[in-house]
């Protein structure tokens, strides 16, 4: 029942009427029972059914918002979302009941977990939790339905993002970066209002705030997950900053020092994607030069071979096949969405839904023939075989080890997109022979490793709006400092002083925290690498396919199977032998793009 998008977890309201009537009642006069341990299993279990049961509920009406966005749709999921989150939040507070009673590991494990099953919480104020869920009904509806007027007409996200991967004229691409900002600007005011009453929530279920909450979600002290974050930052930082010199050295080389200063941070609209957080669509401007050896073209192997949205999705379910995984079901062939309706309006954000926590599995797409969307079908397939690898765990256990594997697992199986696999599934006839391996994995960095800062400053930002320390009329500054400071990079033209561009960021409206996108980042090379040792591969790691290999899909199953039965690091150990998150293994797979980035730096200034 859990979609893997936006969280639906919310909350609120009714913890007066189940703590305070027994004071009115006659009986009150005898002495409160105390709560037992059985009382705490007992609760627990009744809870967590309950929250599943309304869960599938609530995903029935959020998929049909999601695929056909109107007033009422949006009205009717909001209606939904109030009520779940009424009934998480009192639960949540029932659950404080138990706190400091000595209670079975497993009792106390969804007892905590009960508190964190809501990603906004409400007070327990009826009408704030009502004005709570329209206002992330409002939201949702205004990034999904956002239009740019371009070209004197009316066009897509996807038309946009299409024009920032393609093109190469700085203006176009300024008038497509400037022109979806605009759908974000009358976000912001309900985006603040948003941000108060959910900390309320938070603070009444004993959190500092919906930061503090959210970091509360890893199995460790809070404040040490901020330190593993920083660290696992700090150890890959080197290969970013290597990146980033030569990528500007190029770009300023492409598009002249008036566009990009050979210094200081590159604006932001000329990285091939709307947010500057994946740059592989401008391999042609940043590729190696005088090197042997290519980076295959994905995109124009697949249009070439008449690859359609469900032929991509097909072949992603193929590799989760060949590792051992049953195929999906025929529902999911038949309910799932694949591009873009043309007479209504659909969130396109690519999300993956377990509707039922039974088989119901869906996809919602808005793909198009690309290296890009083939990539995330394996990513969103990802997700569907993890819900129904852990749907015989009990409810509150049916979801990841930790959101950041939830969303590496996809990830971690695209990794094996080698020319060899692309070979065995007949989209090039021959393996180009030999040849140096940094073009790859140039084309590969620009994607994986530009987007780790991405991936980091998103949630900081958010952490210091829900802390408070950033207030509504900084919001638009704030975020720019930090894509400043960890991906050097700059908003090509002066912000208006109402601009919002947080909003222009589909998780940022959608309420999704990203800080599992970046341990994603970090944790599917640790599954990858874990992966090809299994399999005994001894060559350069990232010319390793697990493709086919059922020994390591047992493996891998086995782990996705724990759901989060068990604390993260013990599904982590299970797969991989380790208990820790490490860079090591992304570091490992670039060392050679590392060496020659640093050789071709050597006279550049790097650093912004
Ligand atoms: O949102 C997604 C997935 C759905 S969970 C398509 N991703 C992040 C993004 O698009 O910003 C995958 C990579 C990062
Ligand atoms: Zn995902």
Same mark, same amino acid.
């Given at each position: 029942?859990?979609?893997?998008?936006?969280? #639906?977890?919310?909350?609120?309201?009714?913890?007066?009427?189940?703590?305070?009537?027994?004071?009115?009642?006659?009986?009150?006069?005898?002495?409160?029972?105390?709560?037992?341990?059985?009382?705490?299993?007992?609760?627990?279990?009744?809870?967590?059914?309950?929250?599943?049961? &309304?869960?599938?509920?609530?995903?029935? $009406?959020?998929?049909?918002?999601?695929?056909?966005?109107?007033?009422?749709?949006? !009205?009717?999921?909001?209606?939904?979302?109030?009520?779940?989150?009424?009934?998480?939040?009192?639960?949540?507070?029932?659950?404080?009941?138990?706190?400091?009673?000595?209670?079975?590991?497993?009792?106390?494990?969804? #007892?905590?977990?009960?508190?964190?099953?809501?990603?906004?919480?409400? =007070? /327990?104020?009826?009408?704030?939790?009502?004005? #709570? !869920?329209?206002?992330?009904?409002?939201?949702?509806?205004?990034?999904?339905?956002?239009?740019? *007027?371009?070209?004197?007409?009316?066009?897509?996200?996807?038309?946009?993002?299409?024009?920032?991967?393609?093109?190469?004229? =700085?203006?176009?691409?300024?008038?497509?970066?400037?022109?979806?900002?605009?759908?974000?600007?009358?976000?912001?005011?309900?985006?603040?209002?948003?941000?108060?009453?959910?900390?309320?929530?938070?603070?009444?279920? @004993?959190?500092?705030?919906?930061?503090?909450?959210?970091?509360?979600?890893?199995?460790?002290?809070?404040?040490?997950?901020?330190?593993?974050?920083?660290?696992?930052?700090?150890?890959? $930082?080197?290969?970013?900053?290597?990146?980033?010199?030569?990528?500007?050295?190029?770009?300023?080389?492409?598009?002249?020092?008036?566009?990009?200063?050979?210094?200081?941070?590159?604006?932001?609209?000329?990285? @091939?994607?709307?947010? /500057?957080?994946?740059?592989?669509?401008?391999?042609?401007?940043?590729?190696?030069? %005088?090197?042997?050896?290519?980076?295959?073209?994905?995109?124009?192997?697949?249009?070439?071979?008449?690859?359609?949205?469900?032929?991509?999705?097909?072949?992603?379910?193929?590799?989760?096949?060949?590792?051992?995984?049953?195929?999906?079901?025929?529902?999911?062939?038949?309910?799932?969405?694949?591009?873009?309706?043309?007479?209504?309006?659909?969130?396109?954000?690519?999300?993956?839904?377990?509707?039922?926590?039974?088989?119901?599995?869906?996809?919602?797409?808005?793909?198009?023939?690309?290296? *890009?969307?083939?990539?995330?079908?394996?990513? &969103?397939? %990802?997700?569907?075989?993890?819900?129904?690898?852990? $749907?015989?765990?009990?409810?509150?256990?049916?979801?990841?080890?930790?959101?950041?594997?939830?969303?590496?697992?996809?990830?971690?199986?695209?990794?094996?997109?080698?020319? %060899?696999?692309?070979?065995?599934?007949?989209?090039?006839?021959?393996?180009?022979?030999?040849?140096?391996?940094?073009?790859?994995?140039?084309?590969?960095?620009?994607?994986?490793?530009?987007?780790?800062?991405?991936?980091?400053?998103?949630?900081?930002?958010?952490?210091?709006?829900?802390?408070?320390?950033?207030?509504?009329?900084?919001?638009?500054?704030?975020?720019?400092?930090?894509?400043?400071?960890?991906?050097?990079?700059?908003?090509?033209?002066?912000?208006?002083?109402?601009?919002?561009?947080?909003? !222009?960021?589909?998780?940022?409206?959608?309420?999704?925290?990203?800080?599992?996108?970046?341990?994603?980042?970090?944790?599917? +090379?640790?599954?990858?690498?874990?992966?090809?040792?299994?399999? @005994?591969?001894?060559?350069?790691?990232? *010319?390793?396919?697990?493709?086919?290999?059922?020994?390591?899909?047992?493996? +891998?199953?086995?782990?996705? *199977?724990?759901?989060?039965?068990?604390?993260?690091?013990?599904?982590?150990? /299970?797969?991989?032998?380790?208990?820790?998150?490490? %860079?090591?293994?992304?570091?490992?797979?670039?060392? =050679?793009?590392?060496?020659?980035?640093?050789?071709?730096?050597?006279?550049?200034?790097?650093?912004?």
């Amino acid at each position: 029942m859990r979609k893997w998008k936006s969280g #639906l977890s919310n909350i609120a309201l009714v913890t007066a009427l189940a703590f305070g009537l027994a004071a009115c009642n006659e009986k009150s006069a005898e002495a409160p029972k105390a709560p037992t341990a059985a009382d705490a299993a007992a609760f627990v279990k009744d809870a967590e059914e309950q929250l599943f049961r &309304e869960g599938v509920s609530l995903e029935r $009406k959020a998929w049909v918002q999601a695929n056909f966005i109107t007033v009422d749709t949006s !009205a009717i999921t909001a209606e939904a979302d109030e009520a779940y989150t009424a009934l998480g939040v009192k639960l949540a507070n029932e659950a404080k009941k138990y706190d400091g009673l000595a209670l079975d590991g497993e009792t106390r494990r969804k #007892l905590d977990m009960l508190k964190l099953a809501l990603t906004l919480p409400a =007070p /327990a104020d009826a009408a704030k939790t009502s004005e #709570l !869920a329209t206002i992330k009904a409002n939201l949702d509806a205004t990034y999904g339905t956002g239009k740019v *007027e371009m070209d004197g007409k009316s066009q897509t996200l996807d038309d946009m993002m299409e024009i920032m991967a393609n093109d190469h004229d =700085p203006e176009r691409l300024l008038a497509a970066w400037d022109g979806w900002r605009k759908i974000s600007m009358p976000m912001k005011a309900d985006y603040a209002r948003m941000v108060d009453i959910a900390n309320e929530g938070a603070t009444e279920l @004993g959190y500092k705030d919906v930061g503090a909450m959210w970091r509360a979600g890893y199995d460790m002290d809070p404040d040490e997950f901020a330190a593993m974050v920083d660290k696992l930052w700090a150890d890959v $930082k080197p290969l970013y900053d290597a990146l980033h010199c030569h990528v500007r050295a190029k770009l300023s080389d492409y598009y002249g020092d008036r566009v990009v200063p050979d210094q200081g941070p590159i604006p932001a609209h000329l990285l @091939g994607n709307m947010w /500057a957080q994946e740059w592989g669509n401008i391999y042609p401007l940043v590729k190696p030069e %005088g090197v042997e050896g290519a980076s295959l073209d994905v995109t124009s192997l697949l249009v070439d071979k008449g690859y359609d949205a469900k032929k991509m999705a097909a072949t992603a379910e193929g590799f989760f096949v060949s590792l051992g995984f049953e195929p999906l079901p025929q529902t999911f062939w038949e309910r799932s969405l694949f591009t873009r309706p043309q007479d209504r309006e659909v969130t396109c954000h690519a999300s993956a839904w377990d509707i039922d926590g039974k088989d119901d599995l869906r996809i919602k797409m808005c793909a198009r023939v690309n290296a *890009e969307d083939f990539v995330t079908f394996h990513h &969103e397939l %990802g997700h569907n075989f993890y819900q129904r690898a852990y $749907k015989n765990q009990d409810p509150m256990y049916r979801t990841g080890a930790n959101d950041g594997f939830h969303e590496a697992i996809g990830d971690m199986v695209a990794l094996s997109m080698t020319p %060899g696999y692309l070979q065995q599934i007949g989209l090039i006839d021959t393996v180009p022979a030999g040849g140096d391996p940094v073009p790859a994995l140039m084309r590969q960095a620009l994607d994986k490793v530009a987007f780790l800062p991405f991936g980091l400053m998103v949630d900081k930002w958010r952490w210091q709006v829900f802390s408070g320390a950033v207030q509504p009329a900084q919001y638009n500054e704030a975020w720019w400092k930090l894509r400043e400071e960890y991906q050097g990079l700059k908003a090509p033209n002066e912000r208006p002083a109402d601009a919002f561009d947080p909003g !222009a960021k589909y998780h940022i409206p959608g309420n999704t925290p990203y800080m599992r996108y970046f341990l994603a980042r970090i944790l599917q +090379f640790q599954f990858y690498k874990a992966a090809c040792d299994q399999a @005994g591969w001894t060559g350069p790691l990232h *010319e390793c396919s697990i493709y086919g290999n059922k020994e390591v899909g047992e493996k +891998f199953k086995a782990m996705l *199977e724990m759901g989060a039965s068990k604390p993260w690091p013990e599904a982590l150990e /299970a797969f991989t032998g380790s208990r820790e998150m490490s %860079g090591d293994a992304i570091l490992a797979y670039f060392a =050679p793009l590392k060496e020659w980035l640093d050789e071709q730096n050597k006279n550049r200034t790097c650093g912004w």
